[in-house]
T-cell receptor, first 113, second 114 residues
Framework: AQKITQTQPGMFVQEKEAVTLDCTYD???????LFWYKQPSSGEMIFLIY??????QNATEGRYSLNFQKARKSANLVISASQLGDSAMYFC??????????FGTGTSLTVIP | NAGVTQTPKFQVLKTGQSMTLQCAQD?????MSWYRQDPGMGLRLIHY???????DQGEVPNGYNVSRSTTEDFPLRLLSAAPSQTSVYFC?????????????FGSGTRLTVV
């Protein structure tokens, strides 16, 4: 079974609008971390946001927030007030205790002026 | 801090040639790994290391070797390059194996095998 599933290969959003990128995960461990990374066209991988499995509140970092629904095993990334510079590939990842990261296949986001 | 330094950024190899992709980090990170990124497939783990002298295979290890003689360095060796190894390669490091620590990525190496 896939550990991380991103079902949206491509997404479009109007500039200044909010967008949600979906991510579901599969684990039976009680302790795990969830991460989102951004990969612009220049190719580097940029860390955006982290959510721990024991965190009671949704993580936020500036315009990024993580909508964490533990029972549904989802960790959606919400980008508010989209900017042209948000156009990039976005990867969801999970890490279990003592294990490597599991990455999704990514969502390509295009922000339309 | 330099973070994670990968060299070279670009490389073209002929089929059958060997080469080493270099990766160095200056953050005293315990955990290091190599991924390859291919269109539509996300990042796939090649090899990883949980400390100096300790390495293990990931999802796609065939055709690659690694070693970790120091905490800082984690080179990836292509033994006999094949066109199927054309990809973008990322080195990444993490402070520990605990799930609370994220990766710091290198800038990537774009490898073409002709």
């Amino acid at each position: 079974a896939q550990k991380i599933t991103q079902t949206q290969p491509g997404m479009f959003v109007q500039e200044k609008e909010a967008v949600t990128l979906d991510c579901t995960y599969d684990t039976s461990d009680p302790s795990y971390g969830l991460f989102w990374y951004k990969q612009p066209s220049s190719g580097e991988m940029i860390f955006l946001i982290y959510q721990g499995s024991y965190d009671q509140q949704n993580a936020t970092e500036g315009r990024y927030s993580l909508n964490f629904q533990k029972a549904r095993k989802s960790a959606n990334l919400v980008i508010s007030a989209s900017q042209l510079g948000d156009s990039a590939m976005y990867f969801c990842a999970m890490r279990e205790v003592g294990n490597q990261f599991y990455f999704g296949t990514g969502t390509s986001l295009t922000v339309i002026p | 801090n330099a973070g994670v330094t990968q060299t070279p950024k670009f490389q073209v190899l002929k089929t059958g040639q060997s080469m080493t992709l270099q990766c160095a980090q200056d953050m005293n990170h315990e955990y290091m790994s190599w991924y390859r990124q291919d269109p539509g497939m996300g990042l796939r783990l090649i090899h990883y290391s949980v400390g100096a002298g300790i390495t293990d295979q990931g999802e796609v290890p065939n055709g690659y070797n690694v070693s970790r003689s120091t905490t800082e360095d984690f080179p990836l060796r292509l033994l006999s390059a094949a066109p199927s190894q054309t990809s973008v390669y990322f080195c990444a490091s993490s402070y520990s194996r605990q799930p609370f620590y994220g990766y710091t990525f290198g800038s990537g190496t774009r490898l073409t095998v002709v």
